[in-house]
């Protein structure tokens, strides 16, 4: 039987070819969405993934949609912590609601997401959570202490479940992508992309989303299963830990 992976925010950019990679590589898929109900049906059509809409800064919405994923598709192996948003301004101009709103979905929402597939992954002695963080939780970035913060905070989150769902067959990884051709990056003018983005970015190009996605489904493949705890940089030589 194939396994079951979850894809928050998996219908719409780096989220999206992450589910078409799992897919390919013969999971069963189920892709969160928050809001664009257009691009999510228009995802579905093309895929034939199924997508599932809520909120995973709402606990109990994560509870509920993944009871929803599970009686239609089984238990929960694979959780692919996806889901993100930004609500950049410099740290003098940021407001609470600023802060809250990128916390609470993008560090709370693994919480939200992890904790209902967690007991049953440990009574299966199976499972992969794979958090994807970012370049500037590993670096910063002015204008983004609360994405920043968060995405720091995710990669915490990742080893210490690592080191506790290891004895239980449960691996725990984060990835950390740099700048990916995704639709918003690549409407950035050219003159910003060509003379502020690229010549920061060794490889001189953008990444992929796919090159993300093949990244997500190694790590929840069989082979990775002495890979726990670890950080992944995909940024194009841009930061190197």
Same mark, same amino acid.
């Given at each position: 039987m194939s396994r079951v992976a979850v894809v928050t925010g998996g219908s719409r950019?780096?989220? @999206?070819?992450?589910?078409?990679?799992?897919?390919? #590589?013969?999971?069963?898929?189920?892709?969160?969405?928050?809001?664009?109900? =257009?691009? #999510?049906? @228009?995802?579905? =059509? =093309?895929?034939?993934?199924?997508?599932y809409k809520w909120d995973v800064s709402k606990y109990e919405a994560c509870v509920e949609g993944l009871a929803k994923i599970e009686a239609d598709l089984g238990p929960v192996d694979v959780l692919v912590n996806n889901a993100g948003i930004t609500r950049d301004a410099m740290f003098h101009k940021m407001t609470p609601e600023n802060w809250n709103d990128v916390i609470n979905t993008n560090l709370t929402g693994l919480f939200n997401m992890t904790h209902p597939v967690w007991p049953g992954m440990r009574d299966r002695g199976f499972g992969r959570i794979i958090n994807i963080s970012s370049i500037n939780g590993q670096k910063? !970035?002015? +204008? !983004? #202490?609360?994405?920043?913060?968060?995405?720091? +905070?995710?990669?915490?989150?990742? *080893?210490?479940? #690592? !080191?506790?769902? @290891?004895? *239980?067959?449960?691996?725990v990884n984060a990835i950390c992508p740099g700048y990916i051709g995704t639709e918003m990056v690549r409407a950035v003018p050219e003159k910003v992309l060509n003379e502020r983005i690229l010549p920061l970015i060794p490889v001189g190009r953008l990444g992929e989303p796919e090159e993300i996605g093949r990244c997500v489904v190694f790590l929840a493949s069989d082979d990775a299963g002495f890979v726990t705890g670890s950080t992944l940089s995909a940024n194009g030589g841009q930061y190197m830990t």
């Open positions: 950019g780096i989220g @999206a070819a992450i589910s078409v990679c799992l897919k390919d #590589a013969g999971y069963k898929v189920a892709a969160n969405y928050a809001g664009n109900d =257009e691009k #999510a049906k @228009a995802f579905n =059509e =093309e895929t034939g993934i199924p997508v910063g !970035q002015m +204008g !983004q #202490a609360n994405y920043a913060a968060a995405k720091a +905070g995710d990669i915490g989150f990742t *080893k210490t479940l #690592a !080191q506790e769902g @290891a004895a *239980k067959g449960i691996t």
